[in-house]
């Protein structure tokens, strides 16, 4: 039998490389039925068992002897933890021991690069540039393909509104709709056109669903929510991704109205395999299949495993549910041999695609991963990308750009020269040699002759003060001042929920001490989320917001410090005033008692100790130059269902400096059977302008762009009058029209 298959795959093989290209669909379905048939109930069941393969070679690697002679066995389908190519050759030739010579597929959390750090997904978010994230995820893909992994566990595509759920460092933020651009965006860098490019990786789109809506931001929580707010809001970046081919998809720890996305066959069967004809594989979340059990949804591992395979989870990542108890579920009858099938046949499927069956080592080239590590262009890519998720909140009397033959330049703070700090959390590798911190960054900038003074001030934790004296004089000796402040790397992220958004310690009272000199404070921040800091946002001359930006941070930052790069950021989160005001979004639903001016807020939607406005709002980002916007032309006021109106406006440079510009689309559908938010994103244009230079910009309005969920969960636009609202921000609306959609 072993030769016949053998036979197979080899003839298959050479069919393949005849045809000088991977394996075709109709011809992957075959080979994959091919297989299905020799495989024994076991074998099947391996193939959905996923294994962490930390440390397991080299030295301590006997004490994971049952792991290895699982994969030897056949027992094992995917690995995740694994990565480099002598680690995964290793690891492979132990699975192509086994009978059928199944190769694994390698996974690994390449969230925001692999060699060369990248900023945070949610500071790439911040550049509203869909380009530069593809470039990142293409960089990331090609290092990390370079290096033995076939497939990667991002993107996260949750929607987040709570800045206390650490984990929205790794998203997009808060909008659908640009999330859902992003998730695009970010599919197409990783996977490339086609899976099985020897510089690309597959990709996940994660969690599914809901995860980002936990409830007080507290990360694994319950999620509640309407089934119209998760199609309308939590669900579309899931879909987009879907469209947009992305290869698997990776379920969740949390419950969703009660019952725990792993186990939900409404998510997984109806939506997403069922109206979505989603035909790749779904992975569980972490032993999300075992936390069944703790969840008090299943009694024990037995009834985990034949829920989540009833309910879509394909593959159980270190859960050991699907590996214990599977293969008896299906002899017993209990599970139908053909839901396992199914979900075999979608693993075997990628693996094909990705052409592992024509060569299990193709990954796995150790000349292609030094060459593809070593190539410098990935750090000038990284530059690029980091400067446009750069965010500058506020520049009162233009504080920025510094001049570069300023005299001296005091630069203080516990995050100033921090290497660690700037590539955030989630990193594949910790490599602090190839970080450039923002002190080097300047360092590189400054002309000739400019005194720098250097003070820490405190560390990032910021208990102990006594270095504040140090810090002042040094402010009082400089022209100019920056403090460079913020949460650690470790701060956001998974498990880093937190319950206070201020600054770390006394790092608030760090600041307080360099304003209280008189002398303007700049102020550069660090975080993977919106962070509250009302005494620097009322205080501070100029804020730039820098999220985690990665190894070229600091020449990020110094590029838009000196003016060598203009910023072009705007919030992909709503920035609160306080935690009291979370979850927020500019997706403010309207009220019966809507506040109307601030003299007007007893017996309204309001606080009686806050506004309702956020600190800075969804959209908002500043540039060294400035905008206008005229001339609102519809093609037509009035539109039918099948019609498409073209919205157009002119753009300037009115400043002195080039500089790029995201026009912001909002609608408001004024009466609708399902109340709307007071503005939802529509469409956006990031545009580069030379000083002086004038633009028209186009948005095409069809029906998709007004349509919404309804009760009964349908895609509908309804007639009416629709506002739409085009400007700079959420809060800085240029321009406003109205459309009328007929019946
Ligand atoms: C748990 C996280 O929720 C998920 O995003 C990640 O991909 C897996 N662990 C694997 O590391």
């Known amino acids: 039998m072993t030769t016949n298959v053998n036979k197979a795959l080899l003839l298959a093989a050479l069919a393949s490389v005849a045809a000088g290209a991977m394996a075709q669909d109709g011809d992957v379905a075959r080979r994959v039925e091919d297989l299905m048939r020799r495989m024994t109930l076991e074998e099947k069941v391996g193939q959905l068992h996923q294994l962490s393969g930390r440390q397991m070679t080299g030295p301590g690697s006997e004490k994971f002897a049952d792991k290895l002679a699982d994969i030897r066995a056949g027992r ?12 995964t050759r290793e690891i492979q030739a132990l699975a192509l021991q086994s009978r059928l010579k199944i190769p694994l597929l390698f996974s690994l959390d390449v969230i925001h690069g692999y060699r060369t750090v990248f900023p945070v997904p949610l500071g790439e978010a911040a550049s509203w540039d869909l380009d530069a994230i593809r470039e990142s995820a293409r960089v990331a893909a090609r290092e990390a393909a370079a290096s033995g992994i076939h497939w990667t566990f991002a993107p996260m595509v949750d929607i987040g509104r709570d800045p206390r759920w650490g984990r929205v460092m790794e998203g997009a933020g808060e909008d659908t709709y640009l999330g859902s651009q992003i998730a695009v965006a970010r599919v197409q860098g990783f996977q490339g056109p086609k899976l099985g490019a020897l510089d690309r990786v597959m990709a996940t789109a994660k969690h599914f669903a809901g995860y980002g809506a936990a409830i007080a931001g507290r990360d694994y929580n319950a999620v509640d929510m309407s089934e119209q707010q998760l199609h309308e809001v939590y669900l579309p970046p899931f879909k987009a991704a879907a469209d947009a081919g992305v290869a698997t998809f990776m379920n969740a720890f949390n419950t969703l109205n009660g019952v725990p996305a792993t186990a939900s066959a409404v998510l997984q069967r109806d939506i997403l395999k069922g109206q979505w004809g989603y035909r790749g594989f779904v992975v569980s979340d972490w032993a999300s299949i075992k936390e069944l059990v703790e969840h008090g949804h299943a009694a024990d591992l037995s009834e985990a495993a034949r829920q989540a395979i009833e309910a879509g989870s394909d593959m159980d990542m270190e859960g050991y549910a699907y590996s214990r108890h599977l293969a008896a579920l299906v002899a017993g009858g209990k599970v139908k041999q053909s839901v396992l099938d199914d979900a075999v046949r979608r693993v075997l499927t990628k693996k094909f695609e990705m052409g592992l069956f024509d060569d299990p080592y193709r990954f796995s ?64 590798q910790s490599d602090p040699q190839r970080v450039v911190s923002i002190l080097d960054g300047i360092r590189g900038q400054v002309a000739p002759g400019m005194r720098l003074v250097v003070a820490k001030g405190c560390d990032v934790a910021c208990t102990d003060t006594s270095g504040f004296a140090e810090a002042v004089a040094a402010a009082g000796r400089a022209d100019a001042v920056l403090l460079v402040v913020g949460e650690s790397w470790d701060m956001s992220g998974e498990a880093k929920s937190r ?31 919106p962070l509250v800091f009302n005494g620097v946002a009322d205080r501070a001359a100029a804020i730039l917001y820098a999220w985690f930006p990665g190894a070229q941070g600091g020449n990020a930052v110094a590029d838009v410090l000196f003016g060598d790069y203009n910023p072009s950021g705007k919030l992909p989160m709503t920035f609160p005033r306080s935690v009291g005001q979370v979850p927020i979004s500019y997706q403010q639903y309207r009220t019966g008692r809507p506040v109307v001016n601030a003299a007007n807020v007893v017996y309204r939607s309001a606080y009686i100790d806050s506004p309702n406005t956020p600190r800075y709002a969804f959209g908002h980002g500043l540039s060294y130059t400035t905008f206008a916007y005229s001339d609102l032309v519809l093609s037509e006021p009035v539109m039918g269902q099948g019609d498409k109106v073209e919205v157009s406006f002119t753009l300037a440079n009115t400043g002195r400096r080039a500089g790029e510009e995201v026009a912001q689309l909002y609608i408001r559908d004024r009466v609708s059977s399902i109340v709307r938010p007071l503005m939802e994103l529509k469409g956006f244009r990031k545009l580069k302008l030379e000083p002086g230079e004038r633009r028209t910009v186009r948005f095409v309005i069809d029906r998709d762009t007004l349509a919404f969920t309804d009760g009964k969960l349908r895609r509908v636009a309804e007639p009416g009058e629709f506002d739409l609202m085009i400007g700079s921000a959420s809060d800085a609306i240029r321009l406003r029209g109205t459309l009328t959609l007929r019946d």
């Not at 094992?76 to 002598?86: C, F, I, R, T």
């Open 499 to 529: 319950a206070d958004l201020g600054l770390p310690g006394r790092q608030a009272a760090l600041f307080d001490a360099l304003a209280a000199t008189g002398k303007p404070v700049v102020v550069v921040i660090l975080a993977g989320r």
């Open 365 to 428: 080239d150790a000349a292609r991963e030094r060459a593809v590590l070593a190539d410098p262009s990935h750090a000038r890519i990284a530059r690029d990308v980091a400067r446009k998720s750069l965010v500058l909140l506020k520049n009162e009397g233009q504080a920025l750009p510094f001049a570069k033959d300023v005299g001296s330049l005091a630069v203080i703070g516990p995050l100033a020269d921090a290497r660690r700090d700037l590539e955030g959390g989630w990193i594949v």
């Open 76 to 87: 094992v389908g995917s690995m995740l933890n694994v990565k480099g190519v002598a680690e």
